[in-house]
């Protein structure tokens, strides 16, 4: 149909929003926290290696605090006692590895040392001692700390070895990733789900707290209203209290069935049911409940629609007509008869049904509101209406109201037809 604006939209859509919202902020929430918590952790490590650094002095320093005199070298009475105080000691290689100069150096070292000597212990150790080695001219400075004070190896890894480490790094990196996604997946399914078991247990609570004293003001209004021996004004008084009590009971059903539908708590109990029955049940019980001259209803059931058939849950498919008629009759603004015209046929094996009145349609605000997928207050109570809209999604189908070239409004209903 052209202008039919495709309205196949998940009746849980309202629900996964909500839900994908909430997950997004758990993830950012996640993501924060474990960004939180590894800066704590860095910095904890930081604040310790700060904590534990001793400051120590190297060949570079040692060098420039040394001074060459005629009797030999000498070294910057600052410079001696911050080595005694950081507990180090230092010695002067020559070229042929000869100690020339040195100073707290330990007893168990030698005085002379060969080019292997030399080469092992600026990677690793000189007998357990950790040094630090400064080339100076040709000659060699070596600064050495105490023993088990620092961690002194020299790192050599293969190519092949580091390509495999950054590729843990990455693949550590998503399954952090994806732990946070999972977790924030798994707390926002918990969460939406008590949410919405609590705020459903809480309206139907509710509910059956009202319904026992309303049930209590509708007998004894229907007794007043009845009752011969009172004044006719008091008993037109107890009939609108009789009145308003039926429509508060089904406003508080039109609540549970609301927030049922919406999330997903109503138990659909689909059947075959056919369609042009119903129809024609609803158009009866409205005829025959009207005044004389206030309703005219025309159905019209193209002959291959007869028997055709939906899988739909019988309650909630005549709640749809009664919903949509009575809309009809309450906001047909005009005086005179009002009139619903329906229509219902099958094409591409779907079933189509457009329920027409020759009232003043809907407004432009009521179309935006019933057209939107957020809850949003208007100044029309469309009660009814998005109730008809829940239950049509809720079976899979597609729903459009709309309103006529000339006058009235219009909803148009297409269904999945069931398998004969």
């Not at 409205?286 to 058939?309: K, T, Y």
């Not at 209406?385 to 409004?409: P, Y």
Request: hydrophobic content about 40%; overall charge positive; aromatic content about 10%.
């Amino acid at each position: 149909m052209k202008g039919y604006k495709t309205e196949r939209i998940n009746y849980n859509y309202r629900r996964v929003v909500r839900f994908l919202r909430y997950w997004v902020l758990a993830v950012l929430g996640i993501a924060v926290l474990t960004l939180i918590l590894n800066m704590v952790f860095l910095l904890a490590a930081a604040f310790v290696y700060v904590d534990t650094d001793a400051n120590y002095i190297y060949g570079g320093s040692v060098m420039e605090a040394l001074t060459p005199t005629q009797n030999g070298y000498v070294l910057d009475r600052e410079m001696e006692e911050e080595l005694a105080e950081k507990d180090q000691w230092a010695m002067l290689l020559d070229e042929n590895g000869r100690v020339i100069w040195s100073v707290r150096k330990p007893e168990e070292l030698e005085d002379a040392y060969s080019r292997s000597d030399i080469a092992r212990m600026s990677k690793w150790y000189l007998k357990g001692y950790p040094v630090q080695m400064r080339v100076w001219d040709d000659r060699i400075m070596v600064v050495g700390m105490q023993k088990e004070t620092m961690w002194k190896y020299t790192m050599e890894y293969t190519i092949s070895w580091m390509d495999f480490v950054k590729r843990t790094i990455l693949a550590f990196f998503f399954i952090n990733l994806a732990w946070i996604v999972v977790f924030a997946f798994i707390f926002t399914k918990r969460f939406t789900r008590k949410r919405e078991q609590a705020r459903i247990e809480w309206i139907a609570g509710i509910s059956h707290d009202i319904r026992t004293p309303l049930a209590v003001v509708m007998g004894y209004s229907d007794t007043l209203e009845h009752s011969e021996g009172l004044p006719e004004e008091t008993r037109q008084q107890a009939a609108v209290i009789r009145h308003q009590s039926v429509v508060m009971k089904e406003l508080i059903a039109d609540l549970n069935l609301t927030s049922q539908l919406e999330y997903s708590m109503q138990a659909l109990r689909k059947e075959k049911v056919r369609p042009a029955e119903i129809i024609r049940g609803v158009a009866v019980s409205f005829l025959n409940d009207s005044i004389p001259g206030e309703l005219e209803i025309d159905v019209q059931i193209e002959p291959g629609a007869e028997q055709l058939c939906v899988n739909a849950d019988r309650q909630l498919f005549v709640r749809v007509f009664r919903n949509l008629m009575n809309n009809s009759m309450k906001h047909s603004g005009k005086i005179g008869p009002v009139k619903i015209s329906i229509a219902l046929w099958e094409e591409k094996r779907k079933c189509h049904i457009r329920l027409e009145d020759n009232g003043v349609g809907y407004s432009e605000e009521v179309r935006r509101r019933l057209r939107s997928r957020k809850k949003e207050s208007t100044g029309e109570n469309i009660r009814g209406l998005e109730i008809v809209k829940k239950i049509i999604l809720a079976h899979g189908g597609k729903i459009r109201f709309g309103n006529g070239e000339e006058s009235g409004g219009y909803c148009a209903i297409t269904l999945r037809g069931a398998k004969k």
